[in-house]
């Protein structure tokens, strides 16, 4: 029997009263034992009359009667239990039962125990509390909470910390994150690096939102607890932890003050990432909850840490081998002024298939080169590379373009039959040397790659007749040679198919040759990196930010000499084919 089936009783009247039945007089003045006997509950099988304790004892609710005055004239065997201050015959109000003197909504706690009690209003200004004990469902009701509390915390942590991959920001955000769930004031140490470690703080005062800070300290001046934590270890002496962080000068706002921290480590992959400590005022201990919602916590943070630390790694090895990758500017030379552009067709690696560069020699004319790889990405940069390395090397054993084309040819077969590969570029390669009224000689050879243009100092564009065979699929190409004066103000263009290819304008078609040939007419007056730079931009319109190739362009025009370029011509003995490498 429940309290929801005594609902239509008065217990002032000693009777249980049903809609069939009416109300009987009040019950006698001993609330210890009412005279009035209850109805048989199974009268059709004879049974005995049970005593109104006998069925009360068993209420969930325990019962608590006043008289019109507020005395107490009833309390049931629960309600002994639940409020001993209740005291039959007294006045309910001196009990001092928080619960009993008004409503309490949402039930309100006495001696350790969670209760609720509701009014019932009775015959003759009477009236009936009635009192239970909610304890263990409002405690399973307040870890379901708190279990939603904590698993939405997470999910926020882990959707906050999914996003930064550089490590200062992750970092700041894994502070920021812990306060104020978890502390007052959060601080992130790195592991070492150099001997040097990075911490993050977050802390809060009042309402603010959390305020980030960071530093640096050597290794060896870090507070024994965080060098403990960076080996694993979980270090548990809160007073200790307190001391050390505040020596530390890492509790603004606690110092002084009684406090609980706690240093948990960050997993990495082989060892903690770092160590996060947390603190807070001494009015919040962490208990065996906190601490793993700490744990929790840490355990995602380490990850999203490692990860950055991880990209940042990947990051800076590919910043340095594409740097060893991407085309380097020709130094100077004698009269010879450069001029380049580079467009990698994936714009986000910076480096690609095209290649161009210079090779200085003692008689003070120049190796230079420009030419194109199979294939895009980083496996045509590697191909580029070695390319570029054997150049290098070869340019000092043969300057004369067609034989150092056919050496390279035989280096790169041997490269690729070796890896596997089955690359090939196209390549022209030349010698610039100065001459005295202030022009170039070029002598130029070609490996299938597209011919040079001339753009004279009339304006017209000459296309140089140089052909041959790719380089890197047979033994002996067929490599063809010419070679070009160039008068004083006269440039000569090399360029790689990715101009002439672009494809783009209102019927998506090919830039062209003679779109090309067209846009460089009448710029006999611009420098070399200007020109360049024209080509360049030029295409990149064509294209209106479509797909392309690799673009690589590389002009030299003929700048005259100098008072001191002279002297050194006059310097070299005729017929001096020695050479001195300087990769450009």
Known sequence: MTASDVRDCDPGDGRLSTPSTTRPSAWSADVRRPTAALPPLAPDRGQATPDWFEVVEHFREG?????????????????????????????????????????????????????????????????????????????????????????????????????????DRAAAAVVRLAVPTLAEVAVLVLAPRGGRARWWRASRSDDEAPTVDSGVLPGGDLPPAIADGLTGVEPHAVDWLVEQAVDAGWLPGLAGIESAARVVPLPGRDAPVG??????????????????????????????????????????????????????????????????????AQAGLRIGGDFYGSHRLTDGGSVFFLGDVSGKGVEAAVFTGQLRQCLQALHRLESHPARLLRLLNDALLETTQAHGQGRFATIVLGVARPERDGGLTLTMAGGGHLPPLVLRASGEVETVPLRGMLIGVVPDPRVGEVTVRLAPGETCLLYSDGVTEARGGRRDEQFGAERLVTALTGCQRMPAPALAERVEQLTCDWLAQGDHDDIAVLALRAAGLSGRSVRHLHSVPAGVDQTEGADA
Do not use: M
């Open 275 to 344: 160590v996060l400590l947390v603190a807070r005022r001494a009015t919040r201990w962490y208990d065996d909850a906190d601490v793993e919602l700490v744990r929790a916590f840490a355990a995602r943070a380490g990850a999203a840490l490692t990860t950055a630390l991880l990209y940042r790694d990947q990051a800076e090895v590919a910043d340095t081998l594409q740097a060893s990758l991407l085309p380097v500017e020709p130094v100077e030379a004698i009269g010879v002024q450069w001029g380049t552009a580079y467009r990698p």
């Open 63 to 167: 019962l608590v009667v006043c008289d019109a005055d507020g005395v107490v004239r009833h309390v049931s065997p629960v309600a002994e239990r639940l409020l001993p201050e209740v005291t039959p015959g007294e006045l309910l109000s001196p009990a001092g039962v928080p619960g009993l003197s008004e409503g309490v909504p949402g039930g309100f706690t006495h001696r350790g125990r969670r209760l609720t009690a509701r009014q019932v209003p009775l015959s003759g200004a009477r009236c009936c509390w009635y009192v239970e004990d909610v304890t263990d469902s409002a405690s399973r009701a307040d870890a379901l909470l708190a279990e939603r509390a904590r698993s939405a915390f997470l999910a926020v942590v882990g959707d906050k910390l999914g996003n930064p991959l550089h490590p």
